[in-house]
C-alpha cells in the first residue's frame, strides 16, 4: 500500500498504556510521502516496578493516570501543533492490562469527543508489527516475527490489516522467558537488556541449553524447558557470579537460534523473501546481527524497527492509526477495550 500525498496526510496523536510506559506521539508525512515522527515521548515506569521484579497493574494505571496529561501537553509542545490541528486520536485497545489499557482509550475518546475528531482503536501488536516500516513508504509483503514480553508471533502480511498466523508461542513468549530467567539469575527487571549486557563477554558455547521445537515442522515456539534447564543448572555451578556471563551468553544464543531457524522456514513454507522484526526483544543486538548474517547468506530483506520502536512507544500506534485513518476506518467512542485482543479474525 502506497501512502497519500501530504494533502492527504492526516495528523494523528495516539497513547499507548497498555503495560507501563506511558507514552504520547503525534505523527504526520512529509513531501517525500514518508511518514513523520512529530514528537513521541515516553515516560517510563521501569524504576517503580523494578523493585517487584515485575509490573504491578494498580501501581501501572495509577502511573498512566498521573502522567498522562502533562505528556499530551509536552507532545503538543515538541510538535508545534495545538489540540485542535489534530485529525483522529488514536489509543491502544489492547491486548494488555485491563486497568492500563482503559486511562489511554478513555483519555483519547474524551480529546476525540471534545473536538469532534474520529477516534481509533488500535491493536498494541498491529502497531508492533507494521513498526519497521514506519519510515518507509509501504507496506511490503512479508513474514512478521513479533517477538516482545508478551508474545512471540510469525505472521504471514500480505498487506496492511491482512495477517495470517504461521506460529505463536506455546508456552512464555520470549520477553517473558528474558524476564524469568533475568529474575533467576539475580538480574533486575527488565531481564531482556540486563541478560544482553551480562552476556556480551560469555561463551555462548559454554552451556548446551535446549532448543525447543527447533527441528518440528511446525511453527510453533516454547521457551519453558529452555528456562527450566537454566534453573536445573544452577545449583552444579560452583561460582555463580564467575559464570553468570556464560550462563547468560548460552541462554541469549539458545532463543536466538530457535527464533532466526523458525523464521527462516517460515520464508521458505510461504515462499517468501521479505523478514521483519519488532518488539523489545528485537533490540538485542546479537540477535539483530545474527538475524541480518543469516538473511544475507539467504538474499532475505531484513527490515528492522529503529531502536527506539522496538520496545512500547506510541509512535507505533500512531502510525498503525495513519494507516486506518488513511483507509477511513473509524471506531466508536463506545467501542470496548480488549485485555486480550487478537490480530487474526
Ligand atoms: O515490546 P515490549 O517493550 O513490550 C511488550 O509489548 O511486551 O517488550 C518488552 C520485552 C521485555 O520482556 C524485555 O525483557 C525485552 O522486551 N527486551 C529485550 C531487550 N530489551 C527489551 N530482550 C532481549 N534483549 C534486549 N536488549
Ligand atoms: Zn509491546
Redesign the pocket.
Known amino acids: 500500500m502506497k501512502w497519500s500525498p501530504l494533502s492527504l496526510m492526516p495528523l494523528v496523536l495516539a497513547i499507548e498504556s ?2 507501563d ?1 506511558t507514552a504520547v506521539a503525534i505523527l504526520s508525512g512529509d513531501r517525500q510521502q514518508r511518514t513523520r515522527i512529530l514528537a513521541s515521548e515516553i515516560s517510563s515506569q521501569i524504576p517503580l516496578h523494578q523493585p517487584h521484579g515485575g509490573v504491578v497493574p494498580e501501581l501501572a494505571s495509577r502511573n498512566h493516570s498521573l502522567n498522562l496529561r502533562p505528556l499530551i501537553e509536552q507532545a503538543l509542545r515538541r510538535a508545534q501543533v495545538s489540540i485542535d490541528q489534530i485529525d483522529a486520536f488514536a489509543a491502544t485497545a489492547g491486548p ?1 492490562l485491563s486497568s492500563s489499557l482503559l486511562i489511554g482509550n478513555t483519555t483519547a475518546k474524551a480529546l476525540a469527543a471534545a473536538t469532534r475528531k474520529p477516534f481509533l482503536a488500535i491493536n ?2 498491529e502497531g ?1 508489527l507494521l513498526s519497521p516500516f514506519l519510515l518507509e513508504t509501504c507496506i511490503p509483503e512479508h513474514i512478521a516475527l ?6 512471540t508471533l510469525l505472521i504471514k502480511v500480505r498487506a496492511a490489516g491482512d495477517y495470517t498466523k504461521l506460529g505463536s508461542t506455546r508456552d512464555d ?4 522467558a ?2 524469568k530467567v ?1 529474575k533467576m539469575l539475580g538480574l533486575p ?9 551480562t552476556a556480551i563477554d560469555g561463551d555462548p558455547l559454554k552451556y548446551a541449553f535446549p532448543r525447543g521445537l527447533m527441528h518440528e515442522a511446525h511453527l510453533d515456539f516454547s521457551f519453558s524447558g529452555l528456562k527450566t534447564s537454566v534453573l536445573y543448572s544452577l545449583p552444579k555451578i560452583e561460582n555463580l557470579a564467575t559464570s553468570l556471563n556464560d550462563l547468560c551468553a548460552s541462554f ?1 544464543a539458545a ?1 536466538i537460534d530457535v527464533l532466526l531457524h523458525k523464521s527462516l522456514r517460515a520464508l521458505k513454507q510461504e515462499s517468501m523473501n521479505h523478514l521483519a522484526l ?10 539483530r546481527k545474527k538475524f541480518q548474517t543469516a538473511c544475507d547468506a539467504a538474499g532475505i530483506t531484513l527490515s528492522l524497527s529503529p531502536p527506539d520502536l ?4 506510541a509512535a507505533m500506534i500512531a502510525f498503525a492509526g495513519l494507516i486506518r485513518h488513511l483507509q477511513g476506518k473509524f471506531d466508536p467512542l463506545d467501542s470496548p477495550i480488549h485485555p486480550n485482543l487478537s490480530l487474526f479474525h
Open positions: 497498555s503495560c510506559e494488555g498494541h501488536l508492533h513479533i517477538i516482545s514480553g508478551g508474545h513468549a520470549a520477553g517473558e528474558f524476564d533475568a527487571y527488565p531481564g531482556g537488556p540486563n541478560i544482553e549486557a541469549q532463543v519488532s518488539g523489545g526483544v528485537s533490540l538485542n543486538q546479537s540477535l522496538c520496545t512500547d512507544n
